[in-house]
């Protein structure tokens, strides 16, 4: 058992892919080739937005958005306590601060009645994570941005495909981002990313940013990275994202039938009302989580801790958080989370072993 079975995913698919790959060997157009633009192209109409900017990974998508509104030393950017570290470490390496959000007990995500208390005179943006492929509560989150003058941004390197009130993930702010990590939702076989927006203007900066600060060749505006999506990555997106909404009803009939078989006593986020999951992972919350990741490693189950430090309590940014602030969410869930095998290609028996694997430990425990 795979926790995400990339190889039944590209058995499914074969024939597309491998032709895609070929089409681009024979062009030779590795870099910057046609399959790029088409894929850009795709992305922005599927999400809804006038511009798709692809680049080399969703950390990179992260920086990129930073730099291009111009974050200065000392600017604060707001992100959830509990997530993927790089809201924070892309945040930190523009010298600008971190300010860490307890999350929601409800869908693990950025917690709104905590928000608005973290924001001072120097915070710049604030980053709402789509946790394990749910969207953030975007709309509260906007209004606090327009009270203070405050930019937006989602992460949704997890949640590409999901919905927040109908609206795609990558469409509800400023700025958004994805990742094309091979595990996400829609994923490359390679690292990849891409950013989401409908400000012209920032759209062209990035496309500069993203091209050492190009506006032609060899003539530099702007200090920026070499950040490109390869073009075999962009024909194997381009590929899988016909296949996508698939997928995503598929995992969505994982995740439910996960949560009729699982055992009384395990916790898992609540998908909110007129919200719907990309189901990037399936985690659940259980007492004793370090025992039963052993116990169904024994079983060949594999699991994942997604994640066991929050990030407020990691060395990187140790100087940065007030002695005995506590985020007391994050802290149980970083004890608690257990990520369980979730992909589109996960049969019936195989849940039905992990969810009585599952109850066989809890049984014992008890």
Known sequence: MQFNDLQRQYTAYQSEIDE???????????????EVGLLEQELAEYVGVKHAISCASGTDALLLCLMALDLQPGEEIICPAFS??????????????????DVSPLDFNIDIEK??????????????????????DFDPIKELAAKHGLWTIEDGAQSFGA??????????????????FPAKPLGCYGDGGAIFTNNDVLAEKLRVLKSH????????????????????QAAILRVKLKHLDDELQARGQVAAT??????????????????????????????????????????????????PLPL?????????????????????????????????????????????????????ES
Not at 163 to 180: C, E, N, Q
């Open 115 to 136: 928000l608005e208390g973290k924001i001072t005179t120097r915070t710049k943006a604030i980053i709402g994570v789509s946790l394990f492929g749910q969207c953030a």
């Open 20 to 34: 895609a790959i070929q089409k681009v060997l024979r062009s030779s157009q590795f870099i910057n080739g046609e």
């Open 258 to 307: 996960y949560k009729t078989l699982l055992p009384e006593g395990i916790f898992l986020p609540e998908v909110v009302n007129r919200r719907e999951s990309s189901w990037a992972q399936f985690t659940v919350g259980l007492g004793n989580r370090d025992q039963a990741k052993e116990y169904l490693a024994a079983k060949g189950i594999p699991t994942t801790i997604h994640y």
């Open 163 to 180: 919905t927040y009130k109908g609206d795609k993930s990558g469409s509800l702010t400023d700025l958004a981002i994805t990742s094309f």
């Open 312 to 364: 407020p309590m990691q060395d990187a940014f140790a100087d940065i958080v007030a002695p005995g602030e506590s985020f007391e969410v994050a802290s149980l869930l970083s004890e608690a989370v257990l990520s369980l095998p979730m992909h589109a290609f996960l049969s019936i028996e195989e849940i039905q072993y992990i969810a009585q694997s599952l109850k066989e430990f809890m049984e014992h």
């Open 213 to 232: 600060g190009q506006t032609s060749r060899y003539y530099h505006q702007l200090v920026g990275l070499n950040s490109r999506l390869d073009t075999i």
């Open 84 to 101: 993927f570290i790089s809201p924070a470490s892309m945040t930190r390496l523009l010298s600008a601060t971190p300010v860490f959000v």
